[in-house]
């Protein structure tokens, strides 16, 4: 089973890149961040057409998440994450998907920091990791894939002097990302790649994809229940230089349909 995420940063603009990726890659099921479209402005027929299922949660020109599954369609658990009934942000979006409970998240950028933005950044981040705890202890699969907007350590970024002041690399931002994976949740991509500097996102300025000044903001998280049948995780790198593309490219783990008995593959990213 391949699972993939994917700030498309704007579907519709960028649905040609979109389902490209799909008839390439052929993943199972995708995790859609930053639509950046209102709910009945979302490709459902498009997507249908190349294969996918969609469940969405749009918001007219900001945020946006989806799930997309091949063969059929995922099923709804949960619209957006509980804790603040007054945050209408369309920031996450939970379903199962061929046994697997998949929670698809965007979380906020926090710029500028500090500030309101840096502030509602951490409480989100408060809610995300109250509901995690239940989510990490299920006995089912469960995945918490999505656009984190954290960088987790120097080693993630290509300059870090550079992003000291940023919200991504704040010290609280990481300190919040720790205590969430430290519930018992296993970062999908650092687990098989422990040594090798993983980028997911390229910024658009300062010829920054070129020079390979990038950063690793995606992430998988996978609860205990799933993560013994991980076998491979890497980056479609290459979509993030076609043409009209997002600023970041599709990140993606490999999952065995049952408990591997053999030594866990590991893949190299893809160049």
């Excluded at 057409?49 to 099923?75: C, E, F, M, T």
Aim: proline share 7%; with cysteine; charged share 25%.
């Amino acid at each position: 089973m391949k699972i993939a995420t994917y700030n498309v940063n704007g579907i519709n603009g960028r649905l040609p890149v979109l389902l490209r990726w799909l008839e390439q890659a052929q993943p199972d099921v995708v995790c859609l961040q930053e639509l950046k479209a209102p709910q009945e402005k979302f490709p459902a027929l498009a997507l249908r057409d190349a294969g996918y299922g969609a469940i969405w949660h749009g918001q007219k020109s900001w945020n946006g998440v989806a799930i997309l599954a091949r063969g059929g369609a995922p099923v709804e658990t949960r619209r957006g994450l509980p804790g603040d009934p007054a945050d209408l942000h369309s920031r996450y979006l939970e379903a199962t998907a061929s046994g697997v409970t998949i929670g698809c998240l965007y979380l906020p950028n926090g710029n500028p920091a500090p500030g309101p933005k840096f502030d509602y950044k951490l409480k989100w981040f408060a809610r995300l990791t109250r509901h995690a705890a239940r989510l990490q202890k299920s006995k089912t699969p469960v995945v918490l894939a999505g656009d984190y907007n954290v960088i987790p350590t120097e080693f993630d970024v290509y300059k870090p002097e550079s992003w000291a002041k940023d919200a991504l690399f704040l010290p609280d931002s990481r300190a919040a990302f720790a205590k969430l994976v430290k519930q018992g949740w296993v970062d999908a991509v650092r687990k098989l790649h422990p040594d090798e500097r993983v980028y997911t996102f390229w910024d658009y300025f300062r010829n920054a994809w070129p020079r390979n000044a990038g950063l690793r903001i995606d992430h998988f998280l996978l609860n205990p229940a799933v993560a013994r049948r991980l076998v491979a995780a890497g980056v479609d790198r290459e979509v993030r230089g076609w043409d009209k593309t997002s600023d970041h490219a599709p990140v993606w783990i490999e999952l065995k349909a049952s408990t591997p008995k053999s030594q866990t593959k590991v893949r190299k990213v893809t160049e």
